[in-house]
């Protein structure tokens, strides 16, 4: 196989005459606005199961969206042709649709004041790590992750395989305002899914570790072994009867709880009244030991961008200080719409880390089960039962009881509910076990109560 390289097939400068072009062509229409962005990506992709290639996938692709305003008439369009008539020709497009769409009030560029210019647009956050790798080289890794998963024990008797993902990417963004920007980024993950036992008592986990530098990647072993070790523990899992216990949520799950906390607080949520937080800045969500931070410019953070989707500049932020929400997540429209400032956050969340002035560094995961002391251990959730409107949650959930602060057995086949509201009142410890799952960082967490549909 030869080797696969992931240099880009534009340079920075080239893309900054399209967007220069792209402006002055929508200028020369008439638009009293423009904005635009151009942008490529290249990757590859492999996956082995049973130490056999299954899929190598390579991809590059390119893309420019220009939108156009009219006053408050907005008109989007895109292609994937960079040639001069073809971007006249998506230019015009969006003009177009902008003339025959209703004025919307909320519609616009940001302000000014609010964008990301001079320094603040040009701010370095070592996002772009290229991982000089060939598919050859890919599939070994994965073979080596998934042996080191087959042969952790006997009873690893099958995988749905592993794969190794090689993404990066780089884009300018501009508007008639004044804003210019764009960064290289990338990503890469390696990932496994062991099957344990045979028959009836087969069970299956999964792990993976992603990085923007792949120095950084946990090595092949690491990650096959503990998908394993996941496996083998969820063996001769059973039902339990119908309770009302404390629950505690494993790490990478209680992302999970953040992120229902971002999508109830989030601007189109809100001026769409359809969250359970509606009018909630300025009130008492959370414990009062409980606050959330966000950090976009934390160097190499997989949520990390000088500035949003739309230009504004990013800013350090307390989102939740004891307890009291701070601030929503807002771009410049649903701002407008709520009659509030955008607060950066045109794209979503960036760096989110939710701590307790409860927590103590001892406060690991053993430490955290002792606390639960009686009750349900979650480390799989299963369908889709979350209502953001009322904040009513039921999940089917996998994990392990727990009596006097020890786990005693597993269990599959039952059902969390509460409601998110109370859940999050209900927080009464977060350990300090934490893990970054996409844009949010967060430690195991323990509910005071919910109810368990069992047996």
Same mark, same amino acid.
Request: net charge neutral.
């Given at each position: 196989?030869s080797?696969?390289t992931?240099?880009?097939?534009? @340079?920075?400068? *080239? ?8 402006l ?12 635009? /962005?151009?942008s ?7 996956? =082995? ?6 899929? #190598? ?25 960079? &040639?001069? @008539?073809?971007? /006249? ?5 969006? +003009? ?6 209703? /004025? ?19 701010r370095?956050?070592?996002? %772009? ?27 690893? !008797?099958n ?11 780089? $884009? ?40 923007r530098?792949?120095?950084?990647l ?7 072994? %503990? @998908?394993?070790?996941r ?13 009302? #216990?404390?629950v505690?949520?494993? &790490? ?8 229902? %906390? ?8 809100? +001026?769409?009244?359809?969250? $359970?937080? *509606? ?8 414990? /009062? ?8 410019h934390?160097?190499?953070?997989k ?9 504004? @500049? !990013? ?17 410049? %429209?649903s ?72 786990? #005693?057995?597993?269990?599959?086949? #039952? ?12 927080? =009464? ?9 996409? !844009? ?16």
């Amino acid at each position: 196989m030869s080797r696969h390289t992931l240099g880009f097939a534009y @340079a920075r400068e *080239q893309f900054q005459q399209i967007i220069e072009d792209t402006l002055a062509h929508a200028r020369s229409l008439g638009a009293s606005d423009a904005a635009a /962005e151009v942008s490529e990506g290249a990757g590859l992709s492999v996956s =082995v199961r049973k130490g056999e290639i299954e899929n #190598v996938e390579r991809n590059r692709d390119k893309s420019i969206g220009v939108t156009v305003y009219l006053g408050q008439r907005r008109g989007n369009a895109s292609t994937s042709d960079f &040639s001069r @008539a073809a971007l /006249e020709q998506t230019v015009r497009a969006a +003009y177009d649709i902008a003339r025959f769409t209703a /004025e919307d009030p909320a519609a616009g560029l940001p302000d000014v004041s609010d964008l990301a210019l001079g320094d603040a647009a040009t701010r370095n956050l070592d996002l %772009y790590h290229p991982w000089d790798i060939d598919a050859e080289e890919a599939c070994e890794l994965a073979r080596r992750c998934e042996a080191a998963a087959l042969s952790t024990d006997p009873r690893i !008797t099958n995988s749905e395989g592993a794969g190794v993902s090689v993404q990066s990417s780089h $884009f300018i963004a501009g508007n008639s305002r004044g804003f210019r920007g764009g960064y290289a980024s990338s990503r890469h993950s390696l990932s496994v899914a062991p099957i344990a036992g045979r028959g009836d008592d087969m069970q299956r986990d999964a792990w993976y570790t992603s990085m923007r530098d792949p120095a950084e990647l946990a090595s092949p072993e690491a990650v096959g072994r %503990y @998908a394993a070790e996941r496996a083998l523990s969820r063996l001769r899992g059973r039902k339990i009867a119908t309770c009302e #216990v404390p629950v505690l949520f494993e &790490s990478s799950l209680a992302a999970g709880l953040l992120g229902a %906390y971002v999508q109830a607080t989030s601007g189109g949520a809100l +001026y769409r009244k359809a969250s $359970f937080l *509606q009018g909630s800045l300025g009130q008492q969500v959370l414990p /009062e030991h409980i606050d959330l931070r966000e950090d976009p410019h934390q160097p190499k953070g997989k949520g990390s961008a000088p500035f949003d989707d739309e230009g504004v @500049a !990013t800013k350090p932020r307390e989102v939740v200080n004891a307890g009291v929400v701070q601030g929503y997540f807002l771009s410049s %429209y649903s701002a407008r719409k709520l009659g509030l400032r955008t607060t950066g956050h045109a794209g979503g969340s960036q760096n989110l880390t939710l701590r307790s002035r409860l927590t103590q560094a001892s406060d690991n995961l053993d430490a955290m089960i002792a606390k639960l002391h009686r009750g349900l251990f979650v480390i799989e959730l299963m369908g889709q039962g979350v209502n953001y409107v009322t904040g009513d949650y039921s999940r089917g959930a996998a994990g392990f009881w727990v009596e006097g602060g020890r786990i #005693v057995h597993p269990v599959h086949e #039952v059902t969390i509910a509460g409601n998110l509201r109370d859940m999050f009142k209900r927080i =009464v410890a977060v350990g300090a076990d934490t893990y970054t799952m996409g !844009t949010k960082t967060i430690g195991s967490v323990l509910i005071e109560r919910m109810k368990i549909a069992g047996s």
